[in-house]
């Protein structure tokens, strides 16, 4: 897509989504998901075909700190990673968000963090099992682990999507790395990011208490139903 042929309502759309993509940064700070400048956000921008053939995304731009970031600095990539406008390079996980939004057409946001607990899992390999109603709620079941990757191309792109295709979570752990959350939008997965923390930090503990109490699988799509549908307003 090139830049100068977008119309008024593309550039708006794009403005909006820099903004959104920035102020969201703030928020994993105050959930204390990140450190230093390790963590990032990105938003899809529906193109004007329809059809996904156009759509673009926004993205943090690497190694800036948090409190420095204004709309200005995010960076417009295609959904090949290439950089679209912006004057900044982008996020080291660009790939990885550019293939997740190539191949998961629904995704709207994708946001990647090393919070310590949920971290904690990735690094052992273990995947957060669902043993709390809110994991049913928000999750629908445990949260998975998806495979090792190397930083830098596509790879852990595929690993998020091939292990979210037979999972109704929005997390995943990628192993020895982190969690990377997905949403409808790039708010939905800044929240998935957050509940992702919250839920491993529970189940640390409770797993260094005892043995935790099973939830019948029927009830956990019960429990997941409800919060999808009902909960909240509408």
């Given at each position: 897509?090139?830049?100068?042929?977008?119309?008024?309502?593309?550039?708006?759309?794009?403005?909006?989504?820099?903004?959104?993509?920035?102020?969201?940064?703030?928020?994993?700070?105050?959930?204390?998901?990140?450190?230093?400048?390790?963590?990032?956000?990105?938003?899809?921008?529906?193109?004007?075909?329809?059809?996904?053939?156009?759509?673009?995304?926004?993205?943090?731009?690497?190694?800036?700190?948090?409190?420095?970031?204004?709309?200005?600095?995010?960076?417009?990539?295609?959904?090949?990673?290439?950089?679209?406008?912006?004057?900044?390079?982008?996020?080291?996980?660009?790939?990885?968000?550019?293939?997740?939004?190539r191949h998961m057409p629904e995704v709207?946001?994708?946001?990647?963090?090393?919070?310590?607990?949920?971290?904690?899992?990735?690094?052992?390999?273990?995947?957060?099992?669902?043993?709390?109603?809110?994991?049913g709620d928000e999750f629908g079941g445990?949260?998975?682990?998806?495979?090792?990757?190397?930083?830098?191309?596509?790879?852990?792109?595929?690993?998020?999507?091939?292990?979210?295709?037979?999972?109704?979570?929005?997390?995943?752990?990628?192993?020895?790395?982190?969690?990377?959350?997905?949403?409808?939008?790039a708010r939905a997965s800044v929240k998935?990011?957050?509940?992702?923390?919250?839920?491993?930090?529970?189940?640390?503990?409770?797993?260094?208490?005892?043995?935790?109490?099973?939830?019948?699988?029927?009830?956990?799509?019960?429990?997941?139903?409800?919060?999808?549908?009902?909960?909240?307003?509408?």
């Amino acid at each position: 897509m090139d830049a100068k042929n977008w119309s008024r309502d593309m550039v708006e759309k794009i403005d909006r989504a820099r903004a959104e993509v920035c102020d969201l940064h703030a928020e994993l700070i105050k959930w204390g998901l990140v450190v230093w400048t390790a963590g990032n956000v990105s938003a899809r921008v529906r193109g004007e075909a329809g059809d996904g053939t156009d759509d673009i995304m926004v993205i943090k731009p690497s190694g800036m700190a948090y409190d420095e970031l204004t709309p200005a600095d995010m960076v417009v990539c295609d959904l090949d990673g290439r950089i679209v406008e912006g004057t900044h390079s982008p996020s080291s996980d660009t790939a990885a968000h550019a293939y997740v939004y190539r191949h998961m057409p629904e995704v709207g946001g994708v946001t990647h963090t090393h919070s310590s607990y949920a971290t904690a899992f990735a690094a052992v390999g273990r995947e957060i099992p669902c043993y709390l109603t809110m994991m049913g709620d928000e999750f629908g079941g445990p949260i998975p682990v998806g495979p090792f990757a190397l930083i830098g191309d596509d790879s852990i792109g595929k690993g998020i999507v091939e292990t979210l295709k037979s999972s109704r979570s929005p997390a995943v752990l990628m192993q020895n790395h982190g969690p990377f959350t997905i949403g409808k939008t790039a708010r939905a997965s800044v929240k998935a990011a957050a509940m992702t923390e919250e839920v491993a930090r529970t189940m640390f503990l409770a797993l260094q208490l005892g043995k935790p109490i099973e939830i019948a699988p029927e009830l956990i799509d019960s429990l997941y139903a409800r919060y999808q549908n009902v909960y909240g307003q509408h």
